[in-house]
């Protein structure tokens, strides 16, 4: 595809369940971020791939969140036993290293609602 | 503590004039600042930037401004139109920091016609 493309656009989940989001990144991106912004706040960095590197995890705010990068390309974020802070929309980026920008190129998101 | 702070989360103008856009920042770090908006429902996309080399970059209607000792930097909108409003999200890179991004929390512009 032309973008970046996130499924599902919106996922409702009860407290306590797993949730899966995917993102399918620009063709060539190398590498892939996931943010995520919660009401009134900014984007909020969780993890970032790039290539076969090890990922920085830095930003994921506990051990419920993991992320998996499979073939250098479709990236699936996985949040165990959701917890209602979880609700946010999750964003994914992808960018080409080596570019002259730090440009990253958004896809439209995932609005996580947790009741 | 917030890297980047966006302190006007609202700002509305009048179609035609000038809109800024106030960013402030902490980390003296940080070589590339960014500015994207976003529409509802949508992601963001990536509007101008500026290096630390730079004090200003001009794109069109869109002119970013740098002040590295005052640790600020603007985006101007001249002429205004009312298919600019949209959420302004301000973000810095630092060095050595693998393209991460930290975003400001946003300033909602609205151009009135």
């Known amino acids: 595809g032309a973008g970046v493309s996130q499924s599902p656009s919106n996922k409702v989940t009860e407290k306590g369940k797993d949730v899966e989001l995917r993102c399918d990144p620009i063709?060539?991106?190398?590498?892939l971020y996931w943010y995520r912004q919660s009401l009134g706040q900014g984007l909020e960095f969780l993890i970032y791939?790039?290539?076969?590197?090890?990922?920085?995890k830095s930003g994921l705010p506990s051990d419920r969140f993991s992320a998996e990068r499979t073939g250098g390309s479709v990236s699936t974020l996985t949040i165990q036993r959701t917890q209602q802070e979880d609700s946010a929309v999750y964003l994914c980026a992808s960018r080409m290293v080596g570019s002259s920008y730090n440009e990253q190129f958004f896809g439209p998101g995932t609005r996580l609602t947790v009741l | 503590d917030q890297q980047v702070k966006q302190n006007s989360p609202s700002l509305s103008v009048q179609e035609g004039r000038i809109s800024i856009l106030n960013c402030d920042y902490t980390?003296?770090?940080?070589?590339?600042f960014l500015w994207y908006k976003k529409y509802p429902a949508e992601g963001p996309t990536f509007l101008i930037s500026i290096s630390s080399i730079k004090d200003k970059n001009e794109d069109g209607r869109f002119t970013v401004f740098l002040n590295k000792s005052a640790k600020h930097l603007s985006l101007h909108i001249v002429p205004s139109q009312p298919g600019d409003s949209a959420v302004y999200f301000c973000?810095?890179?630092?060095?050595?920091?693998?393209?991460?991004?930290?975003f400001g929390k946003g300033t909602k512009l609205s151009v009135k016609p």
């Open positions: 063709s060539g991106h190398t590498a």
């Open positions: 973000a810095a890179s630092a060095r050595g920091s693998q393209g991460n991004l930290i």
């Open positions: 791939f790039q290539g076969n590197s090890a990922p920085d």
């Open positions: 980390n003296s770090m940080f070589d590339y």
